[in-house]
């Protein structure tokens, strides 16, 4: 997992170099394969480098998709790569063509990635800025989608298309909640610092 995130962040240095564009934004998503049966419980992250745009689709500068030891960091330009907000405006597609993988040179015919991000709060408008971005990813409900893979040569996958499913965001209390479980806390640590003085006190 440390050396996936180190590859990630390495891979996000390059990009942004590689753009040259202060406007450049990034989205990171891990996630797990759930598909062939072989694969299931193997992970996978995404990093994805893109410029934000008032209209519907922004351009995929760069992307380094890892998948348990395989990963894949050369975007084929000619596929249009992009992210795409939904007419419904409450989702978000990433997709795009790849090289093959390394080291396994894994999709060196064809690699084809496609993954849907839903939310469950709508943007107000189908533009592809970083706001809108990071609104629906961090209010997501979902995210699903497939890895494509034809290799000429041998490959450690059971199957040609991987369904992937990311990750959804970690639960956190409301601030009530989290002012009740603190005065709760605060509550029964008292509790517990009376009976320990009072022990002391008895012998």
């Known amino acids: 997992m440390v050396s996936m995130f180190r590859a990630a962040v390495l891979a996000c240095a390059v990009a942004i170099a590689a753009t ?9 998503i891990t996630g797990k394969v759930t598909g062939p049966s072989a ?9 994805a480098i893109y410029t934000p745009t008032s209209a519907a689709s922004a351009v995929l500068n760069s992307a380094t998709l890892i998948v348990d030891n395989q990963t894949w960091a050369t975007l084929l330009g000619g596929t249009s790569p992009a992210i795409t ?7 978000f597609t990433i997709a795009g063509q790849f090289t ?3 080291p396994g040179n894994v999709g060196d015919i064809f690699t084809s990635l496609s993954l849907n991000i839903t939310s469950s709060t709508p943007v107000a408008a189908r533009e592809a800025t970083q706001a809108n971005i990071d609104a629906l990813f961090a209010d997501r409900t ?36 989290l002012l009740v479980l603190g005065g709760l806390g605060l509550f029964v640590g008292r509790r517990m610092l009376a009976r320990r003085q009072n022990k002391a006190a008895a012998v």
């Open 100 to 102: 093959g993988s390394s």
């Open 20 to 28: 040259g564009s202060a406007s450049a934004a990034q989205l990171f």
């Open 39 to 47: 694969d299931v419980g193997k992970t996978f992250s995404l990093l």
């Open 85 to 91: 907000v939904a007419t419904t405006k409450n989702a």
């Open 142 to 177: 979902s995210g699903l989608g497939t890895l494509t893979l034809v290799s000429g040569g041998s490959s450690p996958f059971g199957g040609p298309i991987l369904n992937l499913e990311a990750n959804l965001p970690s639960a956190v209390p409301e601030p009530g909640s």
